[in-house]
């Protein structure tokens, strides 16, 4: 159980800290991608990798920090904080140059060494009113 906690939170340090391709070395080939509103999970590190590098091309200086982690048998809880600057283009919205925060709650499935399933649960609806709403907002 400690160990799939340290496996989860090596990736993080990873992602915050290192390449795309170093951090997707440490999901399984096979890995499966839940996301919220999608009808069947998405499948491989590539998807992965999509996900995260459209998150970065929309904010370049992209923060995570781990609030909360813990885990019970191959599953790792993660509670995350969210935080940079939107300096381009995301989900359609052109850069505001606004300084956003939002957070997700993500499940983890472990498979010896690598992060083999994601549930994640981020408040997109959050993060869109911050990029998209008026300016004074």
């Known amino acids: 159980m400690t160990e799939n906690v340290t496996v989860v939170r090596k990736a993080f ?29 998405l499948y491989g590190r590539d ?8 998150m970065r091309d929309g904010f370049a200086d992209l923060r995570i920090t781990i609030e909360d982690i813990f885990g019970a048998g191959d599953k790792v809880a993660v509670r995350l904080r969210f935080s940079g600057t939107h300096t381009g283009l995301f ?40 990029i998209s709403g008026p300016a004074d907002a």
């Open 47 to 54: 998807i992965w990798k999509l996900g995260v590098q459209a």
């Open 13 to 41: 340090e990873t992602l915050q800290h290192g390449s795309l391709d170093a951090c997707a070395e440490q999901l399984t080939e096979n890995f499966v991608v839940n996301l919220p509103g999608l009808p069947d999970p």
């Open 91 to 130: 989900q359609g919205v052109p850069p505001t140059g606004r300084q956003v925060a939002f957070t997700s709650i993500d499940i983890y499935r472990v498979e010896g060494d690598k992060i083999a399933e994601e549930w994640v649960s981020p408040d997109m609806t959050s993060l869109m009113g911050q």
